[in-house]
């Protein structure tokens, strides 16, 4: 398996091209009363693979049901030093490091680990081992359509797509001077505004997109999501996080989670001390708009 570079390159290209005409939309989303917040203390654990019993990474459920058919996303936690067996999954997930060091690469591949705000994806029927090096190991993963399988290597096949490995420090970061989703109307570009990555999917009407979202700290602002569906998880920072008319103020740690469908407005600060990182996984486009 190799360590795809130049993935986020390309991908970068097309979507700039993409982007180039989008508008800053003015018009304010009504609050969206099927918006959900799952704190990370409130996330229920069990086995990710029932079958291996106490040896078996824990895992948490953030939104959908990973043992049903339909898409779900869900946190994993792993032990210092695990290491898995080979094996493969019966369907491609996506992965995004929180917190610790993640290898997941073929067996007999050299270590190369992924720390918190990388991202990864694995090939379903593709053998693979996945490894963990440090006292708290933290990731997301979501898949397209569930369940979600642990299988043995003997039963690996090719579903004709590539893994991709992106360490955090490899990201294309893009500003208001690169993309019209960030309203910096007052607002110097600067290092401190916010930003970007792109990662996978078109993030156009009626597409599904994935990336992250780079706010500074001090950000006070908003985040409106014109798409059918809206999910978010905080990889690094701590949020506050409210609706527009819905002052319920919480604070959202890194593995939390919020969602919502259709046009919606949640009100975000990020002021802890160090920026905040968001992965959102959407249905449509999405602005941030600092105030």
Not at 86 to 96: A, F, K, M, Q, S
Not at 98 to 108: A, E, K, Q, T
Not at 219 to 226: A, C, L, R, V, Y
């Amino acid at each position: 398996m190799k360590n795809i570079k130049t993935f986020l390159i390309l991908a970068l290209a097309l979507l700039v091209t993409i982007l180039g005409s989008a508008q800053v939309r003015s018009q304010t989303p009504e609050p969206d009363t099927d918006a959900e917040v799952v704190l990370i203390s409130e996330v229920e654990w069990g086995p990710l693979n029932p079958a291996r019993g106490d040896q078996s990474p824990k895992a948490g459920t953030l939104w959908g049901d990973r043992t049903d058919s339909g898409p779900s996303g869900f946190l994993v936690q792993f032990v210092n030093g695990f290491s898995s067996p080979p094996h493969i999954h019966n369907v491609t997930y996506r992965g995004v490091v929180i917190s610790g060091l993640v290898h997941n690469d073929d067996p007999g591949a050299e270590n190369m680990w992924l720390p918190a705000g990388s991202f990864w994806t694995q090939p379903a029927g593709e053998v693979h081992i996945t490894s963990a090096d440090d006292n708290n190991n933290l990731a997301y993963i979501e898949i397209e359509e569930g369940p979600y399988l642990v299988l043995p290597s003997e039963e690996a096949f090719d579903n004709g797509e590539r893994p991709v490995n992106v360490d955090e420090s490899n990201l294309v970061w893009l500003d208001a001077s690169n993309i019209a989703w960030i309203d910096q109307t007052g607002v110097t570009a600067s290092a401190d505004a916010p930003k970007v990555a792109f990662l996978w999917g078109k993030p156009q009407d009626g597409q599904l997109n994935g990336t992250f979202v780079k706010l500074p700290d001090g950000f006070t602002g908003e985040i409106h999501s014109h798409g059918s569906t809206f999910r978010a998880v905080v990889i690094q920072g701590q949020l506050s996080h409210h609706l527009l008319n819905n002052k319920n103020l919480q604070t959202l740690k890194s593995g939390s989670y919020f969602g919502s469908s259709g046009e919606t407005v949640h009100q975000a600060e990020c002021k802890t001390g160090q920026e905040c990182i968001i992965y959102v996984r959407g249905k449509g486009t999405f602005d941030v708009i600092p105030r």
